[in-house]
């Protein structure tokens, strides 16, 4: 009897250990884990919105943005494994619905160490939820006063470089113009993020001494005709940009836009049509692959 007992409680164990085998190489394997000193920026098809996942090989993880809805957390669940739910970094750009609501589902679902916003409040319920959530959690929120250089690691920097200065009282209600604009580095690889930023901040920051050149360009305001001017553009120089794009009735993305990406000799890389865009960076080079859904 008590060798019938034994040999049941080792099968169960076998069962068990096999089980969490499969699931740990599905995480390590299915979900393509980053590469030793390597970067992954996934840039989601979540439709007409933005979101962006930055993973290192450390499996800490920055989100820039949630999209319009709640799938966010169908989207990150294919690229983080499932027993890993913390963010480490969140990044609103701004507190448009199509790129926040996302970030609140994403709240309620994972832990989440750290935000940094522009500032700007949302008098949405979605803005109301958001701030509940927060306080809540008692999550560290940081408003960004740029320039602001977050270190990430030893080739990793978040370099913040617009607003310049505290816009809450200043921008009447556009909360595009005080979209936050960050350049993502690593190593010699550069991301451009500039949210929904406008015309009106792209020529501030192209007469300005900063370096706006990047390898890759999240275009700003989803393609929209108000932003990626063709000064801003020949200023960044992207080899790739990235319109993240889905049904839409603002005519997105411009056609204007996409005229002046091709002149400076960029790669229009489009969520509507490519699925999820996905970068690997070592550091020096850059691969890109693309994820679409059956």
Do not use: C
Request: no cysteine.
């Amino acid at each position: 009897m008590k060798l019938k007992k034994f040999k049941i409680l080792f099968y169960l164990v076998a069962i068990f250990l096999f089980v969490n085998l499969v699931f740990l190489g599905y995480g390590i394997f299915l979900k393509g884990d980053t590469p030793t000193g390597s970067l992954k920026v996934v840039f989601f098809d979540v439709g007409q919105g933005d979101a962006v996942l930055i993973r290192d090989s450390h499996s800490r993880n920055i989100l820039v943005d949630g999209g319009p809805d709640r799938n966010i957390i169908y989207h990150l669940d294919q690229y983080i494994p499932f027993y890993d739910r913390e963010i480490d970094l969140m990044v609103s750009t701004h507190a448009d619905l199509d790129h926040m609501t996302g970030l609140v589902e994403t709240l309620r679902r994972y832990r989440v160490k750290k935000i940094l916003d522009n500032g700007l409040k949302s008098s949405s319920a979605v803005g109301e939820e958001w701030d509940r959530l927060i306080k809540e959690k008692k999550i560290f929120l940081q408003t960004i006063d740029a320039p602001l250089n977050i270190v990430w690691d030893e080739q990793t920097i978040l370099e913040f470089i617009w607003p310049w200065q505290d816009l809450t009282r200043d921008v009447n209600g556009d909360d595009n113009f005080a979209s936050l604009v960050f350049k993502l580095k690593h190593g010699e690889n550069d991301f451009l993020f500039t949210g929904d930023a406008d015309k009106e901040v792209e020529k501030i920051l192209t007469e300005s001494d900063y370096d706006l050149s990047a390898a890759v360009l999240k275009v700003g305001h989803h393609g929209s005709k108000y932003s990626s001017s063709l000064e801003f553009l020949k200023a960044v120089n992207p080899a790739y940009g990235v319109i993240s794009v889905g049904e839409n009735s603002f005519g997105h993305p411009s056609l204007r836009v996409l005229s002046n990406l091709e002149e400076v000799g960029t790669k229009i890389l489009r969520t509507d049509g490519k699925g999820d865009v996905v970068f690997v960076s070592n550091g020096e080079n850059l691969i890109l692959g693309e994820r679409r859904e059956n």
